[in-house]
């Protein structure tokens, strides 16, 4: 999770052809400048216009990831609204919109009610004139069977129309996909699984020129427990989960846009959210316990941005994006170090990269920046937290500087949290060496560059292995490269998952915790 959304809504192409999710402002600043990010992160209670501090009812959430077809199946009674056009649903039924179908049209006026006993889906309601369609098909082979039964037993030419997108629902089709689609469950908490994953609220579909908008329409208390299993293992300590739904609703609050489709995303680009899957009865908890409850400062909700690990100390704002945020300060994470305890959390923690000079040139952010093959880089300036501010990157064409969060995006790191070190060419050679020795140079970034067979031996030397009664000499070389070790995962800024949970471990409580990470802020309930 990180910062605001782009100015443009994520269109879904749809008709050709998810560690968590929290570095959002990072993939806006790489794509398309920090521009946007730091206004807005610059303006959020700071002088800023003040927001109508309100808990909305239902968020409007973006979906994302769901195919060329959508398959919608209500667990109980809903309403669908086609173009304006509203039916009964009963529990069970399916909607499927999408799907690339054909037809077989004939003449209505000979449609006889042997015709009519040809059931795929449903006759069609929405036809041309003068024509009956049957369909929609997506078995060619039952098209075929079809279409041969029709021109032998009944002597009728049917045609089979070309293939296009259809909307399926219940036991009968559309012929045109509409521009729009609702669905909406007679009971707002209901469950609607969509392409197999279960979601509470309702749906607004619209059909654009080259895709899918997808809205999932949601209670805030399930979205919010749906953000923080999706955000945290849904086992941490309870006030850890606590701290995490109120940045959540935080976030949430301050990326609502009520003259918009929608209000936020459900992956990388916002908050993480899975539906129904993500939610557990600890992360209703949490979300009840809070209730209403938003980090603000200044009397307005704040940009609550997180990572998943900050590396023992956090970044402050400026050192990151260039822009200074008063509630986005350096401060001490030691409970960033509860990550030891499990593996998946260890490398997010402490971690190594090794990345040959000449591959960097292959780099987008280089091949932009065209300085060549790039021959050396070096920290210009540290933040007084220790991340590398600026870095230097000289190239045989030319030279280029990283700052703040570029040095994470351009070199695709966990984190900025780094130690560069250039290593030079090294050369090794191995004397009938053990397969795992091999393991190791390669993994070390070191490529063969010769192998011979020398003559044979009857027995082999101390610590030297035959093969087929000879033995075999490599040698081994790793091109100039830079050596990176760095600490922390994510952008720094805000507060650490990790951190939290460390703190909730020590006692502490989820206010705690956040008014330690947010500089300043103030806990208010909302009604």
């Known amino acids: 999770m990180s910062a605001p959304r782009e100015a443009t809504p994520h269109w879904r192409l749809a008709l050709t052809g998810r560690p ?6 990072a993939v806006i600043a790489a794509a398309s400048g920090a521009a946007l990010v730091l206004a807005l992160l610059a303006a959020t209670g700071v002088d800023a216009q003040q927001r109508n501090l309100a808990l909305p009812e239902v968020v409007r959430v973006l979906l ?83 279409r041969r039964w029709l021109r032998l037993e009944a002597g009728v030419a049917a045609r089979v129309l070309p293939p296009r997108p259809t909307l399926a629902v219940g036991d009968w089709a559309t012929f045109e996909l509409p521009r729009r689609l609702d669905v909406q469950p007679d009971e707002p908490r209901a469950v609607i699984w969509l392409n197999g994953t279960p979601y509470r609220g309702g749906f607004d579909i619209r059909r654009g020129e080259t895709g899918f908008l997808v809205v999932n329409h949601v209670a805030i208390a399930d979205y919010l427990a749906s953000v923080v299993g999706a955000e945290m293992p849904r086992n941490w300590e309870i006030e850890a989960l606590k701290a995490q739904a109120v940045a959540a609703r935080t976030y949430a609050i301050q990326h609502l846009q009520p003259n918009e489709i929608y209000d936020i995303c459900d992956n990388q680009n ?24 938003v980090a603000v400062f200044n009397s307005a ?10 590396g023992d100390v956090t970044e402050s704002s400026e050192h990151v994006w ?6 986005l300060r350096s401060v001490p994470s030691p409970g960033d170090a509860a990550a030891m305890s499990v593996s998946w959390g260890a490398e997010g923690y402490r971690w190594t990269r090794t990345i040959p000079l000449p591959e960097l040139a ?18 210009l300036e540290h933040t007084p937290a220790g991340r590398p501010l600026r870095v230097l990157v000289v190239g045989t ?18 984190s900025a949290f780094v130690d560069l070190e250039l290593a030079p060419v090294t050369s090794v050679e191995l004397i009938g060496a053990a397969p795992r020795r091999f393991g190791a140079l390669l993994e070390d970034g070191h490529r063969i560059t010769s192998v011979r067979r020398s003559i044979a031996f009857a027995t082999a030397p101390p610590d030297i292995e035959l093969v087929n009664g000879a033995v075999h000499v490599a040698v081994f070389e790793r091109p100039p490269s830079v050596i990176l070790t760095g ?17 909730a471990l020590a006692g502490h409580t989820y206010d705690e915790i956040l008014t330690h990470y947010y500089t300043g802020i103030e806990l208010r309930a909302l009604s």
């Open 20 to 25: 968590t999710a929290r570095l959002r402002a």
């Open 64 to 146: 994302s990831d769901f195919g060329h077809t959508l398959t919608l199946v209500p667990d109980g009674p809903s309403t669908v609204v086609i173009d304006g056009r509203p039916q009964d649903m009963a529990p069970g039924e399916r909607i499927v919109f999408g799907r690339s179908s054909r037809f077989l049209a004939f003449t209505a006026e000979i449609a006889a009610p042997w015709a009519r006993q040809i059931r795929v889906d449903g006759p069609v309601r929405e036809a041309e004139p003068g024509l009956a369609h049957l369909g929609p098909y997506v078995d060619l082979a039952m098209l075929e069977r079809h």
């Open 362 to 379: 292959e780099y987008r952010a280089f091949r932009n920046g065209d300085v060549g093959t790039i021959v050396d880089l070096r920290v």
């Open 301 to 310: 909700p704040i940009e609550a941005l997180y990572s998943a690990n900050a």
């Open 270 to 293: 916002c908050q993480a959210y899975g539906g129904v899957r993500s939610e557990s009865e600890r992360t209703q908890a949490a979300v009840a316990a809070t209730a209403g409850i």
């Open 322 to 327: 260039g822009t200074a945020v008063p509630y």
């Open 397 to 414: 064409a030319g030279e280029m500087e990283l700052y703040g969060d570029q040095v994470r995006t351009a070199l695709g790191l966990p």
């Open 487 to 503: 600490r922390g995962f994510g952008h720094g800024l805000g507060m650490s998952q990790w951190g939290a949970q460390g703190m």
